[in-house]
Nanobody, 116 residues
Framework: QVQLVESGGGLVQAGGSLRLSCAAS????????MGWFRQAPGKEREFVAA????????YYADSVKGRFTISRDNAKNTVYLEMNSLKSEDTAVYYC?????????WGQGTQVTVSS
């Protein structure tokens, strides 16, 4: 069993930055490919980024490539999402999930609001 808790969301102006964190419980965290998803109002949940168990492989949606960076610290059971050059269309609830590509575990989500 894995529990995921996101933090770090908030209100930021367009062009600003935020860093999201996802703290995981469970001994098997380091074995999982971890991912971030987001869901904007009235839209379906969409993939944002993923990172392999060692941190060596990362994957991004085209919409965030070059602006977002996913990373992980297995010693801290935490995965991060550094978001730069934020746009109003990045406004959404962001969820941490594992394992990728077929998540069984989801966090409760953290709200990110980008004002233009």
């Amino acid at each position: 069993q894995v529990q995921l808790v996101e933090s770090g969301g908030g209100l930021v102006q367009a062009g600003g930055s935020l860093r999201l964190s996802c703290a995981a419980s469970g001994r098997t965290f380091s074995r999982y490919t971890m991912g971030w998803f987001r869901q904007a109002p009235g839209k379906e949940r969409e993939f944002v980024a993923a990172i392999g168990w060692s941190g060596g492989n990362t994957y991004y949606a085209d919409s965030v490539k070059g602006r977002f960076t996913i990373s992980r610290d297995n010693a801290k059971n935490t995965v991060y999402l550094e978001m730069n050059s934020l746009k109003s269309e990045d406004t959404a609830v962001y969820y941490c999930a594992a394992p990728i590509p077929n998540p069984q575990y989801w966090g409760q989500g953290t709200q990110v609001t980008v004002s233009s």
